[in-house]
C-alpha cells in the first residue's frame, strides 16, 4: 500500500460546471419535495390503492446499490484481494453517498416528514422498518469509521476489522431492506423470505455497476490513466453478480409459478400486466441482465465504453425491477374475497393503473444528486482515489 | 336463649353486611367503566354484518360513516378516504350475487401494528385498532400490510373536523369503530344508521359479553372471518359468504 498515492481530483472547470449540474438537479428535488409537502400526496400520482410509488424506486434502489458499493472494499479487506484495497475508500465513500441519497429519498416521500425525530427516538421493535432505521444509523457509523480508518495512517491496522464489520452489516442491511417486502403476507407478490437474499444479490450488481461509472467518470475528468487490468477483473466480477440476479429472478418466477395461489400475479406480472410486464422482459431481464451478460463475457479487452454501456444497462434494469417489485405488486389486485368477482367504490378487484408524476421523478432523481454531489464534493477535497491505475501500477501494489 | 340466639345471628348477619356491602359495590363499579378510564381487556368489541340483510343499492352505513367522521370528499376518488365501503361481490361458478360492507376488521394479531415503525398503529386493550395521529410519520407501511385495504392516507388539508375525530395531511387512518361513540355507551354510526335506513345487517357488540346480541348470534348463526387463512383473528365476523 505504501507504494500508492491517494491524490484529490483537480478543481478544474469540469469540477463546477458538474457541481453546476448536481446542483439544478437538487433544486428541482428541493422544489419536488416543498410542492409535495405544501399541497398533499394528491399531486402526485400515488393514491390510496399504490401507496408507494417512484419515489420508493429510486429511495430502494439506492439504498441496495449503496450496500452493494461497498463490495470492492468488501473484496479486499474481507476475502484480501490486494489489487481492490486502493480501489476501496472510493467504495466507501460511494455507500455512503448512495445510502444518504436513498434516504433523502424516503424521508421527504413521507407524509409527515417533519416528524423524523419521531421516527429516530420511539420504536417499534416488530417493526422491519423501525429495524432497518437502526441498521442505516449503524451503516454509516461503521463504514464511515472504515473509511476514516482506511485514510488516517495510524488507524490503518484497525481498517481490516472495521471491514468485516461494515461487510457483515450490509449483509443484514439488504436482509433487512429485503424483508420490508418479504414479511408482507397480504400481497401475494411479496410473501417470500427468498426477497431477503435476493436484494442482496441484486445489491451486488446494482452496487458494483455504479462504482464502475463512478471509477470511470473520475479517472476520465481528471486524466487518471486506468487500466485494463483493474476493468477486466471489476467487469467480471459484476458479471458474476448479474448472472447470480438473473438466477435468483428465475427462481423467484419458477417457485411462484408452483404454486397454485400465485398464478394469478405471475400471469400478470409475466403476461398479461402491461407496463409492469414490458419492464420486467425488456427492462429488467433484457436490459438488465442479457445484454450486459453479453457485452461482459464476449471476448475481447474492456474498453471504458464497453464497461459504461454495460454499467447503464444494469442500473437501469435495476430501476425496472424495483418499478416491477414495488409497483407491479401494488397494481395486482389484493384478494380478499379468493372465489369471488368483486368490484367497489375503492377500486376492489381492479388492476390499479399509476402514473408517476413529474413530482416523483424529480424527488428521486434529487435523490441520485444528492449522492452525486456526495461523491464529487468527497473526490475534490479527500485522498480518495490513486493518482495512477494502469496496468503496471495495478500490478506492482498486488506483488507488494 | 332462642330469641337471643336469632338475635345474634342477626346482627352478625347485619354486620357482615354492612362491612362486605361497599366492597361488593366497589367490585360492581369496578367491572363497569366510566368515560374517563382506559379501555379494558374484558370487552373485545365485534362486529357481524349479515350480508343476506345488506340491502341492493343501500349505502347508508357508507354514508353515515363520512358524516361521523367529516370525510369529505375533494371529488377526487382514488385518493379521497374511505373507511367503509361496499363490496360487491359474485361467485365466480354459481353466479351468486350479493354485497358487503368491508372496513378495518380490528384484528386480533394486526398486521399494521407489526409492521408500523413509530408504534402509531396501535391496539387498545379492547381489540380497536386505531393510529395514534401524533406519532404517525406517513410511511404508509401500514397500508402495504393490511390484507384488507382498509386504510386511507390523508392526501390533502382537513377542514371541519369532527373535534372527536382528529384527522391530518400526511397521516393514515382507517374505521375506529366510532371509539368515541362506544367509550360513551354508543354503537358506530354504520351500526346506527344501517338499523334506521338499511336492512339492520350490522350488528355490534361485545363478543366476551355471552349476553350480547352479538355473541349470541355468532355462537349459532354460521359466520366466517374474511381472509381467515391468515389467522389474523379479527373482531369482523359475516354472514352469508
Given at each position: 500500500?505504501?507504494?500508492?498515492?491517494?491524490?484529490?481530483?483537480?478543481?478544474?472547470?469540469?469540477?463546477?460546471?458538474?457541481?453546476?449540474?448536481?446542483?439544478?438537479?437538487?433544486?428541482?428535488?428541493?422544489?419536488?419535495?416543498?410542492?409535495?409537502?405544501?399541497?398533499?400526496?394528491?399531486?402526485?400520482?400515488?393514491?390510496?390503492?399504490?401507496?408507494?410509488?417512484?419515489?420508493?424506486?429510486?429511495?430502494?434502489?439506492?439504498?441496495?446499490?449503496?450496500?452493494?458499493?461497498?463490495?470492492?472494499?468488501?473484496?479486499?479487506?474481507?476475502?484480501?484481494?490486494?489489487?481492490?484495497?486502493?480501489?476501496?475508500?472510493l467504495?466507501?465513500?460511494?455507500?455512503?453517498a448512495?445510502?444518504?441519497?436513498?434516504?433523502?429519498?424516503?424521508?421527504?416521500?413521507?407524509?409527515?416528514?417533519?416528524?423524523?425525530?419521531?421516527?429516530?427516538?420511539?420504536?417499534?421493535?416488530?417493526?422491519?422498518?423501525?429495524?432497518?432505521?437502526?441498521?442505516?444509523?449503524?451503516?454509516?457509523?461503521?463504514?464511515g469509521?472504515?473509511?476514516?480508518?482506511?485514510?488516517?495512517?495510524?488507524?490503518?491496522?484497525?481498517?481490516?476489522?472495521?471491514?468485516?464489520?461494515?461487510?457483515?452489516?450490509?449483509?443484514?442491511?439488504?436482509?433487512?431492506?429485503?424483508?420490508?417486502?418479504?414479511?408482507?403476507?397480504?400481497?401475494?407478490?411479496?410473501?417470500?423470505?427468498?426477497?431477503?437474499?435476493?436484494?442482496?444479490?441484486?445489491?451486488?450488481?446494482?452496487?458494483?455497476?455504479?462504482?464502475?461509472?463512478?471509477?470511470?467518470?473520475?479517472?476520465?475528468?481528471?486524466?487518471?490513466?486506468?487500466?485494463?487490468?483493474?476493468?477486466?477483473?471489476?467487469?467480471?466480477?459484476?458479471?458474476?453478480?448479474?448472472?447470480?440476479?438473473?438466477?435468483?429472478?428465475?427462481?423467484?418466477?419458477?417457485?411462484?409459478?408452483?404454486?397454485?395461489?400465485?398464478?394469478?400475479?405471475?400471469?400478470?406480472?409475466?403476461?398479461?400486466?402491461?407496463?409492469?410486464?414490458?419492464?420486467?422482459?425488456?427492462?429488467?431481464?433484457?436490459?438488465?441482465?442479457?445484454?450486459?451478460l453479453?457485452?461482459?463475457?464476449?471476448?475481447?479487452?474492456?474498453s471504458?465504453?464497453?464497461?459504461?454501456?454495460?454499467?447503464?444497462?444494469?442500473?437501469?434494469?435495476?430501476?425496472?425491477?424495483?418499478?416491477?417489485?414495488?409497483?407491479?405488486?401494488?397494481?395486482?389486485?389484493?384478494d380478499?374475497?379468493?372465489?369471488?368477482?368483486?368490484?367497489?367504490?375503492f377500486?376492489?378487484?381492479?388492476?390499479?393503473?399509476?402514473?408517476?408524476s413529474?413530482?416523483?421523478?424529480?424527488?428521486?432523481?434529487?435523490?441520485?444528486?444528492?449522492?452525486a454531489?456526495?461523491?464529487?464534493?468527497?473526490?475534490?477535497?479527500?485522498?480518495?482515489?490513486?493518482?495512477?491505475?494502469?496496468?503496471?501500477?495495478?500490478?506492482?501494489?498486488?506483488?507488494? | 336463649?332462642?330469641?337471643?340466639?336469632?338475635?345474634?345471628?342477626?346482627?352478625?348477619?347485619?354486620?357482615?353486611?354492612?362491612?362486605?356491602?361497599?366492597?361488593?359495590?366497589?367490585i360492581?363499579?369496578?367491572?363497569?367503566?366510566?368515560?374517563?378510564?382506559?379501555?379494558?381487556?374484558?370487552?373485545?368489541?365485534?362486529?357481524?354484518?349479515?350480508?343476506?340483510?345488506?340491502?341492493?343499492?343501500?349505502?347508508?352505513?357508507?354514508?353515515?360513516?363520512?358524516?361521523?367522521?367529516?370525510?369529505?370528499?375533494?371529488?377526487?376518488?382514488?385518493?379521497?378516504?374511505?373507511?367503509?365501503?361496499?363490496?360487491?361481490?359474485?361467485?365466480?361458478?354459481?353466479?351468486?350475487?350479493?354485497?358487503?360492507?368491508?372496513?378495518?376488521?380490528?384484528?386480533?394479531?394486526?398486521?399494521?401494528?407489526?409492521?408500523?415503525?413509530?408504534?402509531?398503529?396501535?391496539?387498545?386493550?379492547?381489540g380497536?385498532?386505531?393510529?395514534?395521529?401524533?406519532?404517525?410519520?406517513?410511511?404508509?407501511?401500514?397500508?402495504?400490510?393490511?390484507?384488507?385495504?382498509?386504510?386511507?392516507?390523508?392526501?390533502?388539508?382537513?377542514?371541519?373536523?369532527?373535534?372527536?375525530?382528529?384527522?391530518?395531511?400526511?397521516?393514515?387512518e382507517?374505521?375506529?369503530?366510532?371509539?368515541?361513540?362506544?367509550?360513551?355507551?354508543?354503537?358506530?354510526?354504520?351500526?346506527?344508521?344501517?338499523?334506521?335506513?338499511?336492512?339492520?345487517?350490522?350488528?355490534?357488540?361485545?363478543?366476551?359479553?355471552?349476553?350480547?346480541?352479538?355473541?349470541?348470534?355468532?355462537?349459532?348463526?354460521?359466520?366466517?372471518?374474511?381472509?381467515?387463512?391468515?389467522?389474523?383473528?379479527?373482531?369482523?365476523?359475516?354472514?352469508?359468504?
Amino acid at each position: 500500500m505504501a507504494s500508492v498515492i491517494f491524490r484529490e481530483l483537480e478543481g478544474r472547470q469540469g469540477y463546477w460546471g458538474t457541481l453546476a449540474l448536481i446542483g439544478v438537479f437538487l433544486a428541482l428535488g428541493a422544489l419536488a419535495f416543498f410542492t409535495m409537502e405544501h399541497a398533499g400526496h394528491w399531486i402526485t400520482g400515488m393514491d390510496n390503492q399504490t401507496v408507494w410509488g417512484v419515489p420508493h424506486v429510486f429511495a430502494v434502489f439506492l439504498i441496495v446499490a449503496a450496500s452493494g458499493a461497498l463490495n470492492v472494499a468488501s473484496t479486499a479487506s474481507v476475502f484480501g484481494k490486494k489489487i481492490y484495497k486502493p480501489l476501496a475508500p472510493l467504495s466507501a465513500l460511494l455507500a455512503l453517498a448512495l445510502l444518504a441519497g436513498g434516504l433523502a429519498v424516503l424521508v421527504l416521500d413521507l407524509g409527515r416528514p417533519d416528524r423524523l425525530i419521531v421516527a429516530a427516538t420511539t420504536y417499534n421493535f416488530k417493526s422491519i422498518f423501525a429495524l432497518n432505521i437502526i441498521l442505516y444509523s449503524g451503516f454509516f457509523a461503521i463504514v464511515g469509521a472504515y473509511l476514516w480508518f482506511m485514510l488516517e495512517r495510524r488507524m490503518q491496522p484497525f481498517s481490516h476489522t472495521a471491514g468485516v464489520a461494515a461487510f457483515i452489516w450490509r449483509l443484514t442491511l439488504t436482509t433487512g431492506t429485503g424483508s420490508i417486502f418479504g414479511f408482507l403476507v397480504a400481497r401475494e407478490a411479496y410473501d417470500t423470505a427468498l426477497l431477503a437474499p435476493m436484494f442482496i444479490v441484486f445489491s451486488f450488481a446494482y452496487g458494483t455497476a455504479l462504482y464502475l461509472v463512478v471509477l470511470i467518470a473520475a479517472c476520465t475528468a481528471d486524466g487518471r490513466p486506468l487500466g485494463a487490468r483493474v476493468l477486466d477483473r471489476l467487469t467480471h466480477l459484476l458479471g458474476v453478480f448479474v448472472a447470480g440476479s438473473f438466477y435468483f429472478t428465475v427462481v423467484f418466477h419458477l417457485t411462484n409459478l408452483y404454486i397454485t395461489r400465485t398464478h394469478g400475479i405471475e400471469r400478470f406480472v409475466l403476461l398479461d400486466g402491461g407496463i409492469h410486464t414490458a419492464l420486467f422482459w425488456l427492462g429488467q431481464v433484457g436490459i438488465g441482465y442479457v445484454l450486459p451478460l453479453i457485452l461482459i463475457f464476449s471476448p475481447g479487452s474492456m474498453s471504458r465504453g464497453r464497461v459504461l454501456t454495460a454499467c447503464t444497462m444494469i442500473v437501469l434494469g435495476g430501476l425496472a425491477q424495483m418499478y416491477v417489485t414495488i409497483i407491479g405488486a401494488q397494481a395486482y389486485p389484493l384478494d380478499i374475497f379468493p372465489g369471488y368477482e368483486v368490484k367497489s367504490s375503492f377500486f376492489d378487484g381492479e388492476v390499479h393503473g399509476y402514473v408517476p408524476s413529474a413530482w416523483e421523478l424529480m424527488l428521486g432523481v434529487g435523490g441520485i444528486a444528492v449522492a452525486a454531489a456526495l461523491v464529487v464534493v468527497a473526490l475534490r477535497v479527500l485522498r480518495l482515489l490513486p493518482e495512477r491505475l494502469d496496468d503496471a501500477s495495478v500490478s506492482a501494489w498486488e506483488a507488494h | 336463649m332462642n330469641s337471643r340466639r336469632t338475635f345474634l345471628a342477626a346482627s352478625a348477619g347485619a354486620i357482615a353486611g354492612v362491612a362486605l356491602a361497599p366492597g361488593v359495590r366497589l367490585i360492581e363499579l369496578a367491572s363497569g367503566r366510566s368515560p374517563e378510564a382506559a379501555a379494558s381487556a374484558k370487552n373485545r368489541w365485534g362486529m357481524l354484518v349479515d350480508t343476506t340483510r345488506c340491502m341492493d343499492g343501500c349505502t347508508a352505513c357508507v354514508s353515515a360513516c363520512a358524516t361521523e367522521n367529516h370525510l369529505i370528499s375533494h371529488g377526487r376518488p382514488r385518493t379521497d378516504a374511505q373507511w367503509i365501503r361496499k363490496v360487491e361481490l359474485r361467485d365466480k361458478r354459481s353466479g351468486h350475487a350479493f354485497a358487503a360492507p368491508v372496513m378495518c376488521q380490528h384484528c386480533a394479531e394486526p398486521p399494521c401494528v407489526d409492521v408500523c415503525p413509530t408504534g402509531a398503529s396501535f391496539k387498545r386493550a379492547d381489540g380497536v385498532v386505531l393510529v395514534d395521529r401524533h406519532i404517525c410519520i406517513g410511511c404508509r407501511y401500514c397500508m402495504m400490510a393490511c390484507p384488507y385495504k382498509a386504510r386511507s392516507f390523508v392526501h390533502e388539508e382537513t377542514h371541519d373536523q369532527n373535534p372527536d375525530v382528529p384527522r391530518g395531511k400526511g397521516t393514515v387512518e382507517s374505521c375506529t369503530f366510532c371509539v368515541h361513540r362506544i367509550d360513551r355507551g354508543g354503537v358506530p354510526a354504520c351500526v346506527e344508521a344501517c338499523a334506521k335506513d338499511g336492512g339492520g345487517a350490522l350488528v355490534f357488540g361485545d363478543l366476551n359479553d355471552p349476553a350480547s346480541e352479538i355473541a349470541k348470534r355468532v355462537a349459532v348463526e354460521p359466520t366466517s372471518a374474511i381472509r381467515a387463512d391468515l389467522k389474523l383473528g379479527t373482531a369482523v365476523r359475516y354472514r352469508g359468504i
